[in-house]
């Protein structure tokens, strides 16, 4: 079986700063998200749109906020609320850890529903142009997970080839490099099926709600293979915490493409 490499968490050493591979990953995604934004609205289904490159910076800014104050909001409700009641001094203390995806899309929503309020644009005009740019983003993050040695798998048979030990798990067995399955789920299947269905046109809102059903669908079944949070453990059916916040993912996902696709064509 093979054994965690151990990867110093910190990528570069400047003086007294250290920087975090975990940060470049944020960074690389960011800028992933800019690249592949450019290129997306000069597709002919968006050009009548008329989305300029100063749109995409102000969009980044409103989905960094979203990503911060929502993943670290959502860690907290979803995940540690008795810690942080009894402790609130430490919801601010972002640099210590703890993020929750679904918190940071739920983030991400509301900056982007207030960008698009402001811009005088729909909401799933806005939507359904970030959607399809920000797989590559989730991957690079999973990457700087197992980088990191966090958020490890459960256990599995010592046979699977590329089972692996993790040190700073609490024991030594070998188990699934569930960051590994996560990166190619939503850096590589998520990312590569939306931009695909997006090169076409659609009817506003499906590509949001495709979104949000295949995230969704791909997390619950990786979560198959990752270690819960020994702090919750399985909960009710054996699910992870993380597969029933993905449950309402996809039940909203496939209902919105729905709704999108009856009501445009009655329009």
């Known amino acids: 079986m093979l ?11 400047l003086g007294p700063v250290s920087i975090h591979w975990y940060g470049l990953a944020y960074l690389a995604g960011f ?16 050009v009548p749109q008329a989305w300029v490159a100063q749109d995409l910076d102000d969009l ?5 906020l979203g990503v911060v104050l929502g993943g670290r909001l959502g860690f907290v409700l979803f995940y540690k609320p008795e810690y942080f009641l009894a402790n609130p001094a430490e919801i601010i203390k972002v640099w210590t850890g703890g993020m929750a995806f679904h918190g940071g899309l739920l983030g991400v929503i509301v900056a982007l529903a207030v960008y698009g309020w402001k811009r005088r644009r729909s909401f799933f005009d806005v939507t359904d142009l970030v959607a399809p740019c920000v797989g590559l983003s989730f991957g690079l993050v999973r990457i700087a997970n197992f980088v990191n040695g966090e958020l490890w798998g459960r256990e599995a048979d010592a046979s699977l080839p590329w089972a692996m030990v993790f040190p700073q798990a609490p024991t030594q067995v070998p188990r699934h490099p569930s960051q590994i399955y996560q990166a190619i789920g939503e850096g590589m299947v998520l990312f590569g099926l939306l931009w695909l269905y997006a090169r076409r046109p ?21 979560e198959f293979f990752r270690e819960p949070d020994a702090y919750l453990g399985l909960q ?11 449950l309402p993912m996809i039940a909203a996902g496939l209902l919105i493409w729905i709704w999108a696709s009856r009501r445009n064509r009655q329009a």
């Open 202 to 222: 659609r009817l506003t809102g499906q590509i949001s709600g495709l979104f949000l059903f295949l995230y969704g669908l791909q997390r619950f079944v990786i």
């Open 60 to 64: 980044l800014f409103y989905g960094v």
């Open 236 to 246: 009710a059916l054996g699910l992870s915490r993380g597969q029933w916040l993905c």
């Open 31 to 46: 800028a992933a998200f800019l690249l592949l934004a450019r290129w997306r609205i000069r597709q002919p289904s968006l």
């Open 3 to 13: 054994v965690h490499p151990q990867f110093d968490p910190v990528a570069l050493h």
